[in-house]
């Protein structure tokens, strides 16, 4: 093989993805054929137990790994997988994230660059199924202070690329919740930069779908702190622990003017929030915040629960 040639490992973890599967494997087999010239990429689905036909769909793939496991959790999904691959970089991705934009020549520079042990894309949630257009998740302001700063505040999990050594050495005897912010961390030293890639989570979002989400993200964050304490670099764990403690901040802070209003005013706030809720956007932002509030409360004083729990496997 060509010297010059990156070997990527695509790593999908799945469980019960039976009516996204078929799509998802034809749209990273689209993408592995765009980056040929530049990667070499073999694709692992490492399946969780599913009690669809998850397993028998990937199974009409003869150009896909699948590794059979039972419901361990989407961490140990990761583990097992990490010890199945011997590449230069793996790809992470959620079976529902459909790839539609990607920069060869780009991802090429940065797959090459020595100092980088992390990449992850722009991601659109609702993707091809509600709203193409609605915004991404993980803000560019978020992502060029990322880069500004040197650290990483956390990968949006949906897709993302770690260097392969730095990937192996993330993993710990405990299970770890909300793999997609511990690995970034723990993988982050210096010289973030972005991948040149668009992604779509494709699936239904609304205000309930969204709370559900956001308690399962801010409870898991929160979880998760207590073992990047244990092993995540100082520096970045700070940093990572500033970024979030001043979003949790912010919307408790903006929750608290909101119920003060709401006592103060109680028709006009609820007439105010039943508009709000019945509008597309106000009703997934009001879910966002009201998950993200009850998930963070959860968090302290929930005791630690199993990684599918608040995992989305």
């Not at 010059?4 to 990273?28: D, F, G, L, Q």
């Not at 583990?79 to 060869?104: E, G």
């Not at 040197?150 to 299970?175: K, M, P």
């Not at 709370?211 to 970045?236: E, I, T």
Request: glycine residues 6%; positive net charge.
């Amino acid at each position: 093989m060509d010297s010059s040639i990156i070997k990527i490992s695509i790593i999908i973890p799945t469980y019960n993805e039976a009516k996204i599967i078929r799509e998802k494997i034809n749209n990273t087999l689209h993408f592995m054929a765009g980056i040929k010239r530049v990667a070499d990429c073999n694709f692992i689905i490492v399946d969780n137990g599913s009690t669809d036909e998850t397993v028998a769909i990937a199974e009409n793939f003869p150009d896909v790994k699948i590794i059979k496991l039972g419901r361990v959790g989407k961490f140990e999904a990761l583990r097992t997988a990490s010890k199945c691959n011997d590449s230069d970089w793996v790809m992470l991705s959620d079976a529902n994230t459909m790839i539609t934009d990607f920069n060869v020549d780009q991802l090429a520079q940065l797959f090459k660059n020595n100092e980088i042990s992390l990449l992850y894309g722009k991601v659109k949630r609702g993707g091809h199924s509600v709203n193409p257009r609605l915004g991404e998740v993980k803000s560019s302001s978020r992502l060029r202070l990322d880069e500004m700063i040197g650290l990483s505040s956390g990968a949006y999990g949906a897709l993302y690329f770690i260097r392969q050594d730095s990937f192996i050495s993330c993993f710990r005897n405990e299970t770890i919740q909300n793999d997609d912010l511990f690995i970034a961390v723990m993988v982050h030293n210096s010289n973030p930069k972005i991948a040149q890639i668009i992604v779509e989570e494709v699936e239904d979002i609304g205000f309930k779908s969204e709370l559900k989400r956001k308690m399962r993200d801010s409870r898991g964050h929160w979880k998760c702190f207590s073992a990047l304490a244990k092993f995540a670099p100082r520096k970045n764990f700070y940093y990572a622990l500033a970024v979030r403690g001043s979003i949790w901040s912010g919307i408790i802070l903006l929750e608290i003017l909101l119920l003060y209003f709401i006592l103060n005013y109680f028709i006009l706030s609820v007439l105010l929030l039943t508009v709000i809720a019945l509008t597309e956007k106000g009703g997934i932002y009001l879910g966002r915040c009201l998950g993200f509030t009850l998930g963070f409360f959860d968090g302290i004083f929930r005791k630690p629960v199993k990684t599918w729990d608040t995992d989305r496997l």
